[in-house]
Nanobody, 123 residues
Framework: QVQLVESGGGLVQPGGSLGLSCVAS????????MGWFRQVPGKEREFVGG???????YYGDPAKGRFTVARDNAKNTVYLQMNRLNPGDTAVYYC?????????????????WGQGTQVTVSS
């Protein structure tokens, strides 16, 4: 069982940057693939990016070139650094953990989820 807690959401102006963190409980954090998803009302959760146990990263199209996922196993933490934000990035952002080795882009492949943190991009 893994418990995930996101933090770092808030209001940011278009063109700005924001960093999210997700802290995991438990002693086996390094064995999980970690993913970031986002969701707006009325839509399915959208894959943002993820990082495998071996630090391999993969990004969804909206994140490529703007967002970076990193992990610190010593701190049981995964990060999402978001740059050049635009209003289309407004969503609730979730981190998730998967016991599978690959960075999956579908939400159903992740067994554990955080509660989400709101990111609003607006002037």
């Amino acid at each position: 069982q893994v418990q995930l807690v996101e933090s770092g959401g808030g209001l940011v102006q278009p063109g700005g940057s924001l960093g999210l963190s997700c802290v995991a409980s438990g002693r086996t954090f390094s064995s999980y693939t970690m993913g970031w998803f986002r969701q707006v009302p009325g839509k399915e959760r959208e894959f943002v990016g993820g990082i495998s146990q071996s630090d391999g990263t993969y990004y969804g199209d909206p994140a490529k070139g703007r967002f970076t996922v990193a992990r610190d196993n010593a701190k049981n933490t995964v990060y999402l650094q978001m740059n050049r934000l635009n209003p289309g990035d407004t969503a609730v952002y979730y981190c998730a953990a998967s016991v599978d080795g690959s960075v999956w882009t579908t939400a159903s492949q992740y067994a554990y989820w955080g509660q989400g943190t709101q990111v609003t991009v607006s002037s």
